[in-house]
């Protein structure tokens, strides 16, 4: 067979240390082969000289409409009251839809740079910014579908029950381009009726629902629970996940893995935004500051679909951040104490195929007859990957290379 693409040498992610390294094939951007050695002629031949070649890195939650604004926003001056949501409210009605596109590019470029072929970001509506948010990243799907397969899920950030105009504008949203509907009800005056009026809005659209849930230091008054019992009674498992949940961390762990075995059964995912919970948690005490984050590996292991994410980047929530994913699930492993090889292992999932299977993606992963979405890291596995935030040295979408970064060099005297 001939291929458009040949990558030689290279180490699959479940690839054992004594077994040779492969070849991949490509034609007409999908995976035609894959075996050691592949014989025929190939327009393309990448040598990885061993490296580790993974399907294309998965970010399931970030804010590209509201990324890279902290030049406009205040500037934090103490720890307590951490205003983010109040800062960046108050900088909305300056964004335009090109203002927001030219933000959101930068910020997805810097994705690609490091590997990400698959995104599903949230976007805010309310009476605040309107439309122009959706409108802004909307425009984005068409110009980087070279390099990334872009999903936008709508939320009301600033409440929706207690905020006229954002219902409206939400279903406006999930009628124009919308493929997922979000929550935020932490800021809703009443956040029940948030949560089950994003659920008949889910129903009546037909799209997954992802939330942002459970943010707080005790783990009093669980919304969990509710979005549990909803997705049961609507028959929504596996269509359902939820962000932060750092009222979890505060949990005795027996008391965690009971929500944790509540939620596998419901089918309702995770999603840690490690480096956001980070930052804004454990602000009410200036000593023995707790983690804030939730010990994602825990709920994997009672059965959870779990994924890290970026979420926010250079802007109040997070004043940090440079889309690389791989970063964040360093930090998830460190900060959580898990170093195992199991446990990195475990870990590299939730932002692979993990976060694959919480986005629903059916064509995810190396195979023949898959999308070669295709990334080259400087590591031989994905341990050592994960271990040292290996760079990706090389990315493909559909076949077609979008990412090039040269290895490090060092010059001897």
Request: charged residues 25%; proline residues 5%; negative net charge.
């Amino acid at each position: 067979m001939d291929f458009d693409l040949v990558l030689r040498d290279v180490r699959l992610p479940d690839s054992k240390p004594d077994e040779p390294a492969v070849d991949i094939g490509v034609k007409d951007g999908r995976i035609a082969a894959v075996a050691p050695g592949l014989g025929g002629a190939a327009r393309d031949e990448m040598p990885a000289g061993g490296r580790l070649v993974c399907s294309g890195f998965v970010e399931t939650h970030i804010h590209l409409d509201k990324s890279c604004i902290l030049g406009r926003c205040e500037h934090e001056t103490k720890r307590f009251p951490h205003l983010a949501m109040e800062r960046t409210s108050a900088v909305k009605h300056t964004f335009t839809v090109e203002d927001v596109a030219e933000r959101a590019g930068g910020t997805i470029e810097k994705c690609i740079s490091h590997g990400a072929t698959r995104m599903r970001t949230h976007v805010e509506v309310d009476p605040k910014v309107g439309l122009r948010g959706l409108e802004g990243v909307k425009a984005l799907i068409d110009r980087y579908r070279w390099a990334i397969d872009l999903e936008i899920c709508v939320m009301p950030q600033e409440g929706l029950t207690n905020n006229p105009g954002t219902d409206e504008l939400m279903v406006a949203a999930l009628k124009n381009g919308a493929t997922v509907v979000g929550a935020a009800p932490n800021y809703d005056t009443d956040r029940p009726a948030q949560i089950r009026r994003v659920f008949e809005m889910a129903r009546e659209f037909d799209v997954d629902i992802d939330m942002h849930l459970d943010s707080g230091a005790s783990a009093e008054e669980l919304d969990t629970l509710l979005v549990c019992e909803l997705t049961e009674k609507y028959g929504w498992g596996g269509r359902v996940a939820i962000g932060h949940v750092s009222k979890l961390a505060s949990m005795r762990q027996p008391d965690m893995d009971k929500v944790a075995k509540r939620m596998a059964d419901a089918g309702v995912a995770l999603t840690v935004l490690t480096a956001t919970d980070l930052y804004l948690g454990g602000r009410h005490t200036d000593r023995n500051v707790p983690r804030n984050v939730v010990d994602a590996n825990r709920l994997a292991e009672q059965g959870v679909v779990c994924s890290i994410a970026s979420n926010n980047i250079l802007n109040p929530f997070t004043p940090f951040g440079d889309g690389q994913l791989l970063r964040q699930v360093n930090m998830q492993a460190i900060v959580t104490q898990r170093g195992s090889d199991a446990e990195v292992r475990a870990a590299w999932d939730m932002t692979t195929s993990s976060a694959a299977r919480l986005m629903r993606l059916k064509d995810y992963g190396i195979a023949v007859g898959g999308p070669a979405d295709l990334v080259v890291l400087d590591a031989p596995d994905p341990v050592t990957a994960l271990r040292t935030v290996a760079p990706v040295l090389m990315a493909y979408k559909r076949g077609r290379r979008t990412v090039t970064r040269e290895p490090v060099r060092l010059h001897r005297p």
